[in-house]
């Protein structure tokens, strides 16, 4: 976690976002107003099952989506304030214009895109396309600083320097989204925004390349929204947390309030569908049942039909993103942000479940399937990635029996 967080400022605010697929009647919600903010230094972890937005979301706040998505509406406001520059420049990157949205992109906010380690030109050498980069937004900088500084960066993701000459097919994976995560990294961008960068990764690669990159961050001091599948990866790299669902955040939360003290079904779900490293065999609850097609989302809240605690009114009604009340135990976090869900069990009518009430810190561990990534407050103290987070994928887990020694 950054140290810095408590007082930082936002770097990039988006608000209302919504982005369709298609136009007029047939449009599919791809993402339906979608508010989030990313603050300097933070890691902020956008998590949900497949299907749920989180690429379109990344697509359209760096308005590099394509047809037939379209943003239909919303903002997103880069506060941009470049290395070594004390004033800041506030841009809509929805409104601005393609030679600002040039300007911006890679110097300022890179994107490492899903798969993006299959995105290197197979026919261009690393060097080339670390200093093509350069030559394109450092003009200034001669041939000789430019190999110096591809050397630096290549340095910089535990790559030797005896790698400049490799094509790409002669990199493992692991070093192909290095060289990618080095090339994100070259124009030393405020924000960098990583689409799932190591779910084609073993989970000892994974490790070693997300360690290296929170000491990047820490020395750095970028700030990264990182968007995965995996809600146990989050907790323990992220600094808050936002939870997507057909489309819609459902819950916003400090890591560490989202694991002790979930507030919506689905964040449970989530975190219940991942076991302990340690102890006794347990069966892993999961989510029952799958996604909805966005094409055919259920009517009011989209996750009646897969929610333990749905009522009458979730099949018609859509709960708005907002702070739950009768919650004394996750107020505003510590920097001055809310926390939120999308839950009709919030409202204030009704005393929520236990599960969904009470500051879960001491019987988290005892929650059904749910295991403590270790002694320390997840996602806070622990940034070492040493605990079991990266050693199993939560979702595959839906309803099997697992313990630590059977991996
Ligand atoms: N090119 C497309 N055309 C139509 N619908 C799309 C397209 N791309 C994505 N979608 C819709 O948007 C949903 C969310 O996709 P995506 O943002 O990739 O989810 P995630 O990254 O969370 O897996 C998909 O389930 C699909 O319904
Ligand atoms: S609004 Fe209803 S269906 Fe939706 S998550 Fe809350 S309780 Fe479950
Ligand atoms: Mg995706």
Redesign the pocket.
Known sequence: MSTTLIAADPVLEVRNLCVD??LGEDA?H?VTDATLTLRRGEVLGLA?E????????AYALTRLLRA??VITGGEVLFHNRPQGSATTETVDLLAADAAKLRQIRWSQLAVVFQSAMHALNPVARVDAQLTDVLKAHRKQMTPAQRRERAVELLRMVGISEDRLRSYPHELSGGMRQRVMIAMALALEPQIVIM?EPTTALDVVTQREILEELMQLRERLGFSIIF?T?DLSLLIELADSIAI?YA?RLVERAGANELFHTPRHPYSLGLLNSFPALHGDRIRMEGIPGSPP???ALPGGCAFHPRCAFAMDRCGSETPRLERPQRDDSSGNRKDGEERLAACWLQDGRQSPPAPLAIGLSAPAAERPGQGIPSQETPGHENHGLESQGLENNGLESNGHEITGSDR
Request: hydrophobic share 20%; aromatic share 4%.
């Open positions: 697929y298609g599919v791809g949900g497949s299907g749920s937005g989180k690429s379109t979301l037939p998505g689409d968007i599948h997507m489309g097609s966005l094409t």
